[in-house]
């Protein structure tokens, strides 16, 4: 899931990045065809500040800029880190409904 932010200044823009990490029990589950539900899954975050005018080309990584990340265990832990992030989780979309470049 992505939520864009604001950026560090004009011409940036920022994008922030849930990531649910995948285990060896996902990986089996889907081999299996379903999907395993786990209240301790683990969720990687990342802020990213990139230069404007590369966010939608090949080169989108250079300036880019990691802000901030954290790796979290569990849905409580997560909605922690968003409201110390100042997010909240409705601002997150499926990453092909953004621009994040990512």
């Given at each position: 899931?992505?939520?864009?932010?604001?950026?560090?200044?004009?011409?940036?823009?920022?994008?922030?990045?849930?990531?649910?990490?995948?285990t060896?029990?996902?990986?089996?589950?889907?081999?299996?065809?379903?999907?395993?539900?786990?209240r301790?899954?683990?969720?990687?975050l990342?802020?990213?500040?990139?230069?404007?005018?590369?966010?939608?080309?090949?080169?989108?990584?250079?300036?880019?800029?990691?802000v901030?990340?954290?790796?979290?265990?569990?849905?409580?832990?997560?909605?922690?880190?968003?409201?110390?992030?100042?997010?909240?989780?409705?601002?997150?979309?499926?990453?092909?409904?953004?621009?994040?470049?990512?």
């Open positions: 899931m992505v939520a864009e932010v604001p950026a560090s200044r004009p011409g940036r823009r920022a994008f922030v990045d849930i990531t649910p990490l995948t060896s029990g996902d990986v089996q589950a889907r081999r299996e065809g379903w999907k395993r539900a786990d301790a899954r683990t969720f990687r990342q802020h990213w500040d990139y230069d404007g005018e590369r966010v939608a080309g090949f080169d989108y990584d250079v300036g880019a800029v990691l901030r990340a954290a790796t979290v265990v569990g849905e409580a832990a997560l909605a922690g880190t968003l409201g110390a992030w100042r997010l909240r989780p409705e601002q997150f979309l499926f990453p092909w409904r953004t621009d994040d470049p990512r």
